[in-house]
């Protein structure tokens, strides 16, 4: 591929607050190599997919389902809280949400994550495969923006009770009552205070597995340049860093671009909680995630 063709190149873009910093690298470093082209996760994986943008930060499931022919190790990554991906619950939830804690502690004592992922991945997916109807179990409404959000809450789900209850919340979900539900980005930012309680999914996945959980990589329709890979990999990677000693610098910027949130975590606590470089740990977390998504298919 000619330089010049990589110098327009079509970025898909998530304006989440999750991407801020290192879309303000972005701009201040490469912007004239590449045009933008906004939505939410959902919606860029469908314009990555339609070959409508060359390379985006998309949903780590395409990875597994679109099979890109350009993948770049950066994305969104969480080592614990995520903050901006939960399940919400409410006060009637409470015995539910007891009973998904512990199911999890159970599960938790049976893995051996030194042993083969695929092995790992089966022993997750069976744990519960002979659960009877739970009497007590809400429905769920999950999200339309998200691929990887709704097959992490699907995976945890049917491990934790059984692929008959999994089903059962999503098919309640059309019944009157209130559900659970599955929020991610900005809009779970602004809600968390409607619930009573939350599951923090990247959170979750670490306490249950030690890895961190990828939800978005950067994949492309077409290759990368050398030399524009390297620069992105590099930029991510001192965003990353910058936002983890000094998040106050982007979090200044932000105000004075858009003004404060309306919510009560503080931007600087958010994208502390963030990475953007894909370790080798974050490539772990990811492989044992797609092979889970892979399996429970």
């Given at each position: 591929m000619s330089e010049e063709i990589q110098k327009c190149l079509r970025l898909g873009w998530i304006s989440y607050l999750n991407l801020y910093p290192l879309f303000y690298e972005l701009k201040q470093n490469i912007s004239g190599l590449f045009s933008l082209n906004y939505g939410n996760p959902a919606e860029i994986n469908a314009l990555l997919r339609e070959k409508i943008v060359d390379l985006a930060p998309s949903s780590s499931i395409c990875l597994l389902h679109d099979k890109p022919i350009e993948s770049v190790p950066i994305g969104v990554v969480s080592k614990g809280k995520v903050h901006s991906v939960y399940l919400g619950f409410q006060k009637e939830h409470k015995e539910f949400k007891s009973f998904l804690e512990e199911r999890a502690k159970d599960l938790k004592k049976r893995l051996d994550l030194e042993k083969k992922l695929d092995i790992q991945a089966q022993k997750i997916l069976s744990f519960s495969k002979d659960e009877k109807l739970i009497s007590f179990l809400p429905s769920i409404r999950l999200t339309k923006a998200s691929q990887t959000s709704v097959e992490l809450?699907?995976?945890?789900?049917?491990?934790?009770?059984?692929?008959?209850?999994?089903?059962?919340?999503?098919?309640?979900?059309?019944?009157?009552?209130?559900?659970?539900?599955?929020?991610?980005?900005?809009?779970?930012?602004?809600?968390?205070?409607?619930?009573?309680?939350?599951?923090?999914?990247?959170?979750?996945?670490?306490?249950?597995?030690?890895?961190?959980?990828?939800?978005?990589?950067?994949?492309?329709?077409?290759?990368?340049?050398?030399?524009?890979?390297?620069?992105?990999?590099?930029?991510?990677?001192?965003?990353?860093?910058?936002?983890?000693?000094?998040?106050?610098?982007?979090?200044?910027?932000?105000?004075?671009?858009?003004?404060?949130?309306?919510?009560?975590?503080?931007?600087?606590?958010?994208?502390?909680?963030?990475?953007?470089?894909?370790?080798?740990?974050?490539?772990?977390?990811?492989?044992?995630?797609?092979?889970?998504?892979?399996?429970?298919?």
């Open positions: 809450t699907r995976i945890l789900l049917q491990s934790l009770l059984g692929d008959v209850n999994a089903k059962k919340m999503e098919e309640n979900s059309k019944e009157t009552g209130a559900s659970v539900e599955l929020l991610i980005g900005d809009e779970a930012l602004k809600r968390r205070e409607e619930f009573l309680d939350i599951l923090d999914l990247g959170e979750f996945w670490d306490d249950l597995t030690g890895l961190p959980f990828v939800f978005a990589v950067w994949q492309g329709n077409q290759k990368l340049n050398s030399s524009l890979k390297k620069q992105l990999i590099e930029l991510a990677f001192l965003t990353q860093k910058k936002m983890h000693e000094d998040p106050s610098f982007y979090e200044k910027n932000f105000v004075k671009e858009m003004g404060r949130p309306s919510f009560q975590l503080s931007l600087s606590e958010y994208w502390r909680s963030l990475f953007y470089s894909i370790d080798d740990d974050s490539k772990m977390g990811l492989d044992l995630f797609l092979e889970l998504a892979k399996k429970r298919i």
